[in-house]
């Protein structure tokens, strides 16, 4: 492999670990195992275990902008549905992964707020990018008169992003989809009026 | 000190630093070390970490019981203003902290739900009871018509303490108390009407 690869790999297996188990709970010496990479070699691609952390969170935040540009961005249905299709999109998800490890930056949100300035400051980067994708549909979805003048398109993104991260931990505690559903039901027939 | 004593002792510090730092990253040793008790008495009073994990979960959960009580249960204010100073007697609470560790339920829903299924139960017993203290005040609120009579109150109340363990979550983030704000301008203005 050549060493982009080898990087992209550790970062892949890497990324796999830490969203099951948490950060700190993940070791440079599993990620190397599991990305089948020689022992002592992690220090010729990363600086530091925080280095790679950070280039972790690039990695799910690529995923997290791919998702956005599928399913919120993509033109010719209406602004509300594309919303819609987005969390069904990430129910799939989750569904296929049995309900568990849920959403990787809700989890380092979690873990690491009060534990490193740095990650902090990378995540709420990384989470102010998926408000802001539900922000811009929202002022589409105002501008196209599917929700209500008075709709605030920022601090709406801002509360829906928030209940969906509390939705998708408590889909996590009951291995049960449902509250999803009641969140894709609360925020369609309650919020975006 | 007596037995119940010390292992209240024990309880009650481990609750502070499991609260900061998450249930894996808290040491036996670090736990008798803040709470002054020799070493090699812990299982004297606890018959494993899990044993005592559960024991602090009970703590939270008593804790969490007499917010409810003193903010929800009381009788003399209208249900929604009640429910609305629940909140911000967190919101005081969380301030205090710095904006700091934020809910030591949701922490541990976000931390344990996957790895251990006894501390999935408990967790899920606490959280239930949490929902239904909201679940029974917006039946009241309802029935006193102060919110539509199409509102049910069981996944009302399961969506708002999703969505406020979210802004918690986010509040941490951005160590500030907004996200409980937008939290709970969203609630009160479209859910509960």
């Known amino acids: 492999m050549a060493s982009g690869t080898t990087r992209e790999e550790i970062i892949r297996k890497g990324a796999g670990l830490i969203h099951a188990q948490g950060f700190n709970a993940t070791g440079i010496q599993q990620v190397l195992d599991a990305a089948g990479v020689p022992k002592g070699s992690f220090y010729f ?38 919303l819609s299709g987005f969390f069904d999109a990430y129910t799939d998800l989750f569904t296929k992964m049995d309900l568990c490890r849920g959403c990787p930056i809700g989890n380092l949100m979690q873990e690491m707020s009060d534990l490193n300035a740095t990650f902090r400051g990378k995540i709420n980067e990384v989470y102010s990018g998926m ?4 922000e811009q549909l929202l002022g589409e979805a105002r501008a196209g008169g599917y929700i209500s003048d008075d709709t605030d398109p ?40």
């Open 45 to 82: 691609y990363f600086k530091s275990k925080e280095d790679f952390g950070l280039a972790v969170i690039d990695y799910f935040r690529d995923f997290s902008q791919a998702m956005a540009d599928k399913y919120l961005n993509k033109d010719g249905s209406p602004p509300l549905q594309r």
């Open 131 to 134: 408000q802001k994708g539900i």
């Open 154 to 193: 920022s601090q709406t993104a801002q509360f829906i992003i928030n209940a969906w991260e509390g939705a998708i931990m408590h889909m996590k505690l009951v291995k049960d989809t449902k509250p999803l559903s009641v969140f894709k039901k609360m925020i369609f027939e309650r919020i975006l009026k």
